[in-house]
């Protein structure tokens, strides 16, 4: 999902604590039912705050954006 979002990065190339604050995220709005997607991106922005630079935050925001709208059109098709 990270890799598809993120098109013009390798997996490789994205600082470590992006990835980890991502993947918290993703599980959260995927398999965490009673957490609101927004929520879960509203998290993960708060986390990239604090762990990461201010261009860290905008694309850990554009990818988890672009996340959470993959995962409402998959939950809308169901």
Do not use: C, W
Not at 7 to 35: C, S, T, W
Not at 52 to 59: H, I, L, M, N, V
């Amino acid at each position: 999902m990270i890799k598809k979002s993120a098109p013009r990065f390798e997996l490789d190339q994205i600082p470590g604590v992006h990835v980890a604050i991502l993947k918290v995220a993703i599980v959260e709005m995927k398999y965490v039912k009673n957490i609101p997607e927004v929520v879960a991106l509203n998290e993960g922005i708060e986390m990239a705050k604090v762990f990461t630079d201010d261009s860290g935050k905008k694309f850990v925001n554009g990818v988890l954006d672009s996340i959470k709208k993959a995962i409402k059109t998959t939950n809308d098709t169901k």
